[in-house]
């Protein structure tokens, strides 16, 4: 794909470790926002290409990690429903609420479909006007204009039979939560490039000067991560905190102002309880009263969900950056990709997740390797 | 299935054609399905759809078979049709192998289920060394389904097995009620012969021995992909479905001490190399740049984030050759049609056994894990 | 999150009132929303996400960087990055040259 493979060259990646390597003097903590970032970085083993001096904590940019469990739960229940014809991406069909998931309620018969957009979902809406659709709208930033699109279109076509049940994450608020938390030992942080897109930059200079921390709006294939470390080794080596967009290709400073526009109309802030990491105030979207008819949680009643997490999972303490995902001792036992325990080990960039498929080899103790 | 001789074909009257599935044209052109002749009640035999009565062994089932089946399956078919195939013993070990074709979408870009249902059991005998011989097909049909679309199939069956030599000797036709089937399923179960001298099963993997692909991957799990609900795209992706039990032959034929074969269907090269693997208790080493992606194959993964290493191919196999006899091999698998884009992509190794790890493109590792379930597309 | 991926318009069309494209990843072909971006044309290349075009590619940029990745080690050691790699040499933190600490 063209604009694509060209920022795999392997040897124009060659050249940009030897930078990385040349400007690392000592030990710097970054941490990748993203979970495509995080994804990329252990696919292509270029955590284990990094000087040692560089530490790569993998953040909390994973929409299908901290989804709330209630949430989860709640769509498990509206799934279940006989009349409901409930579409996801794929992401979300494995992720455990607290006793089942997606892909169970659908092996039990609920019809559950995957999707790969959110304008799928209204198509099934007017090809089946006697069922109930409900899309499951999750996601950063990124997504938020997908769905909001989407409902969008379903009021202005009077398209009755449809609804989206919102879970939507900032990065923002989570780069605060995070920075606050007293265990914190992030120094620099890896923006998320297509965030950015939608949203631009001018979010981040506040929190590159309230923390102190150089904020690096980075892409997603091999040479748009390894510039975007460059970059933050360079500032954190000179003492700077800037932001700097390392994606100029795909990122402009005022991002997309009709993206922006809508999402002003159909959704508002609410507080959000991050699955692992607890409530971060005003760190989500929700719909706005505009669109209350098509909130799949007014129209089902799926309140008084008892909701139970697994007492074994650490995956907020993994979302933190706080632990790695070995150091749980549920990780390969209890907590695999067959069954997961918490999200982070279900998304294929789910930290857990990424050590358990990519990473084995080094942590399994009698493997040589070279 | 009942007792029926087979009689001449005659000059077929056109049927109305049903309304028509939303494919490219299939390969096969199949004949329009005969009704002169037909004895049962008149809005039935009108009728170009699948009824219970079809299945109920009597005059119905019989006319199905002998009207549609046999005239579709051609030469390949076996000219007595008893209640079960009489054979010659052949000499040697026999294989036997049987599986189920359940594909939605039935048609899909390059061939459909009878392709699979054909290539899949001739694949699965070959991998084991045998020359597979006789098929057996059963068919379980959704009340309803379109005689317009079963005859498709059942032609494009006839094309398979001969282009693959093998004879359909027997088989059965059960039929569901609608709601109940999803159109068309299909169970093929093969029977074949190993020469004396050849030994392959995945327990022969050995450190040291190089692993080959005999083409590019993919292919069939993208062409499926383009035309699944939600998932649709445009792409001129065929599937790869093929038989290889020719090419196997020849790879036999060199001498060479071939260890293992195996066609990596669902779950894609990933899948069969990890069983391989934990068969052999051995560790097997891939190079990315060396795996054979058509760039569309790759740009779909990339669209829907899926890894190629996963996605189904129902045209190639996996060679685990002895070190010695790899470059002969590889040279005899590039002379035959079904393998001459045939690629080193691996060896196997004493470290890490029972896991597949893959050198990225960058010069780190990865594990190449056994997938879960049926891959879906993401949008992390 | 944010699987999104470049490719290029190479038709344009309404429905529903909605500007909505056909848009070619290399041979594979997809239906995108692009309604976010009122003036993209055929020819153009679009970051897509889930089915919607959420930005405009920026070719010149695009080359522009593949071009400095090219010419990153000259550069550097010509002239930016001098004091930090004298510094690593050295074995001396940036930070004590600086005079700042963290």
């Known amino acids: ?61 994973c929409p299908v990690c ?153 892409g997603f294939e091999p040479l748009d991560i390894l510039e975007g470390i460059r ?73 008084g969900i008892r909701t139970e997490e697994s007492t074994l999972c650490r995956s907020g303490e993994v979302l933190q950056g706080l632990i790695k995902p070995h150091e749980c001792a549920a990780f390969g036992k209890e907590c695999t990709p067959r069954n997961p325990l918490g999200a982070t080990m279900v998304s294929s960039e789910g930290a857990c997740a990424a050590y358990y498929l990519y990473r084995r080899l080094e942590l399994t103790p009698a493997a040589s390797h070279g | 299935m009942a007792e029926h001789a087979r009689t001449p074909v005659d000059t077929p009257a056109p049927v109305d054609t049903p309304a028509p599935v939303d494919t490219p044209a299939p390969v096969d052109t199949p004949a329009p399905v005969d009704f002169d002749g037909w004895t049962c009640p008149v809005p039935l035999r009108d009728s170009p759809t699948i009824v219970m009565g079809h299945g109920g062994g009597g005059a119905m089932s019989g006319e199905l078979i002998e009207h549609l089946f046999l005239p579709a399956f051609g030469d390949a078919a076996a000219a007595e049709l008893g209640d079960s195939a009489v054979l010659p013993t052949p000499g040697g070990r026999l294989a036997f192998s049987t599986d189920s074709f359940v594909v939605k979408p039935m048609f899909f870009p390059g061939g459909n289920i009878g392709d699979l249902a054909v290539n899949g059991t001739v694949n699965d005998l070959a991998m084991s060394g045998a020359r597979p011989l006789y098929l057996s097909t059963a068919f379980i049909l959704e009340e309803g389904t379109a005689l317009a679309e079963i005859n498709r199939i059942a032609t494009t069956i006839g094309h398979a097995a001969a282009a693959a030599g093998v004879r359909l000797v027997t088989g059965d036709t059960k039929v569901v009620d609608s709601g109940h089937g999803d159109g068309v399923f299909i169970n093929t179960a093969g029977i074949g012969v190993i020469d004396d001298g050849v030994d392959i099963r995945p327990q022969r993997a050995t450190p040291g021995d190089v692993v080959m692909i005999s083409g590019p991957i993919g292919v069939h799990g993208v062409a499926i992909m383009s035309c699944r609900e939600g998932l649709e795209f445009g792409t001129c992706i065929e599937t790869d479905s093929a038989p290889l039990n020719g090419l196997v032959q020849a790879m036999i034929a060199t001498g060479a001490d071939i260890h293992v074969l195996r066609d990596p269907t669902r779950g894609g090269v990933a899948a069969s190399l990890n069983e391989i693997a934990k068969a052999a208790a051995v560790g097997i080493d891939l190079v990315e740049r060396d795996l054979p992606i058509p760039e569309i194959v790759a740009n779909a993964c990339s669209l829907l984030g899926l890894d190629p290493l996963q996605v189904a191919n129902e045209g190639k196999l996996i060679a685990i050759v002895a070190e010695r006899d790899a470059e002969q091999v590889l040279a005899a698998m590039q002379a035959h049609e079904y393998g001459k884009e045939a690629a080193v992509i691996g060896r196997c190794g004493p470290a890490h056994p029972g896991m597949v790890v893959a050198r990225t493109a960058l010069g780190g590792n990865r594990v190449v894990d056994l997938p879960i379930g049926e891959q879906l597309p993401r949008i992390c | 999150m944010c699987l999104a991926v470049p490719g290029r318009i190479i038709r344009l069309y309404e429905a529903d009132d909605t500007v909505m494209s056909d848009v070619d990843f290399g041979g594979v072909v997809k239906q995108v929303c692009l309604q976010y971006i009122p003036d993209a044309v055929v020819g153009d290349y679009v970051i897509v996400h889930v089915g919607f075009a959420l930005q405009k590619l920026d070719e010149e940029s695009a080359l522009a960087t593949l071009a400095n990745f090219e010419r990153l080690g000259i550069i550097e050691e010509e002239f930016g990055d001098g004091f930090a790699l004298a510094a690593k040499q050295a074995g001396v933190p940036m930070s004590d040259l600086n005079g700042a600490s963290r």
């Not at chain 1, 970032?37 to 040692?52: A, K, N, Y």
């Not at chain 1, 979300?92 to 039990?108: E, H, N, Q, T």
């Not at chain 1, 923006?191 to 590159?208: D, F, N, R």
């Open chain 1, 1 to 61: 794909m063209k604009y694509l493979e060209e920022f795999s060259n392997p040897e124009l990646a060659g050249k940009l470790l030897d930078r990385i390597h040349a400007a690392a003097t000592r030990r710097w903590a970054i941490m990748e926002v993203c979970g495509g970032q995080t994804h990329s970085i252990i696919r292509h083993g270029i955590d284990q290409l990094l000087p040692d001096e560089i530490e790569m904590i993998h953040g909390p940019g």
């Open chain 1, 66 to 218: 901290v989804t709330p469990l209630e949430i989860i739960d709640r769509a498990l229940a509206i799934a279940a429903q006989p009349e409901v014809i409930f579409c996801s991406f794929g992401d979300m069909l494995r992720v455990p609420g607290s006793s089942r998931d997606l892909f169970r309620i659908k092996s039990a018969g609920g019809d559950v479909r995957v999707v790969y957009s959110p304008l799928d979902a209204l198509r099934i809406a007017r090809e089946n006007p006697d069922r109930q659709v409900v899309f499951f709208g999750i996601g950063f930033e990124t997504t938020a204009p997908a769905n909001a699109m989407t409902v969008y279109q379903a009021k202005r076509l009077g398209i009755k039979n449809f609804s989206l049940l919102v879970s939507h994450v900032l990065v923002p608020p989570a780069i605060s939560a995070i920075m606050e938390s007293p265990a914190c030992r992030v120094q620099a942080f890896l923006a998320a490039g297509h965030v950015c897109s939608v949203m631009g930059t001018t979010e981040y200079p506040t929190l590159a000067e309230r923390y102190r921390v150089p904020i690096v709006v980075t």
């Open chain 1, 231 to 303: 970059r933050t080794v360079l500032q954190l080596e000179s003492g700077r905190h800037e932001v700097e967009n390392a994606y100029a290709r795909a990122v402009t400073t005022e991002g997309n102002p009709a993206a922006q526009a809508m999402l002003l109309d159909v959704f508002e802030r609410t507080d959000r309880v991050w699955r692992g990491i607890g409530m971060i105030p005003g760190s989500g979207w929700r719909l706005s009263s505009r669109y209350a008819d098509f909130d799949a949680e007014n129209r089902f009643d799926v309140r």
